[in-house]
């Protein structure tokens, strides 16, 4: 992260806007095709995800999708969850743990805007 520190809210915006939850019924995306096959190591990190949270959501059930590019409002997002069960990831994030651990969060916990600024991401080790 370049050594600089993000003051909560500059965080809390590049969460928002870093996955793409706050509208993606807004936002645009870019040849967005099935990913397949699905990296064997999304199984493993969904895993972890639902320890990390206490709770379980089945992995089966996650469509999952690659596009070139992903906006909101204008900024590259590297993923984003629509519900309640299609997760697109940007092709060069797909294989960014932290990026899809972030988007399994969303998908894991039913929710998008309300759990950014809850601590959930730093402490399940999804980050920006």
Same mark, same amino acid.
């Given at each position: 992260?370049?050594? +600089?520190?993000?003051? !909560?809210? /500059? @965080? ?7 996955? %793409? #939850?706050?509208? =993606? ?37 996650? +469509?999952?999708?690659? !596009?070139? /590019? @992903? ?7 590297? %993923? #984003?969850?629509? =519900? ?41 080790? !999804?980050?920006?």
């Amino acid at each position: 992260m370049n050594g +600089r520190v993000r003051s !909560a809210p /500059a @965080l809390a915006v590049g969460l928002l806007v870093g996955c %793409g #939850i706050i509208g =993606p019924e807004r936002a645009e995306v870019d040849n967005r095709r099935p990913l397949d096959p699905v990296p064997a190591v999304y199984l493993e990190w969904h895993a972890e995800v639902e320890d990390c949270l206490g709770r379980t959501r089945a992995f089966g059930d996650i +469509r999952w999708f690659i !596009a070139d /590019a @992903l906006h909101f409002r204008g900024v590259p997002a590297g %993923g #984003i969850w629509s =519900p309640p069960d299609r997760i697109t990831m940007r092709v060069d994030r797909v294989s960014y743990e932290w990026a899809v651990k972030h988007e399994i969060i969303h998908y894991v916990e039913g929710e998008g805007n309300s759990i950014h600024g809850t601590g959930v991401f730093l402490r399940c080790g !999804a980050y920006l």
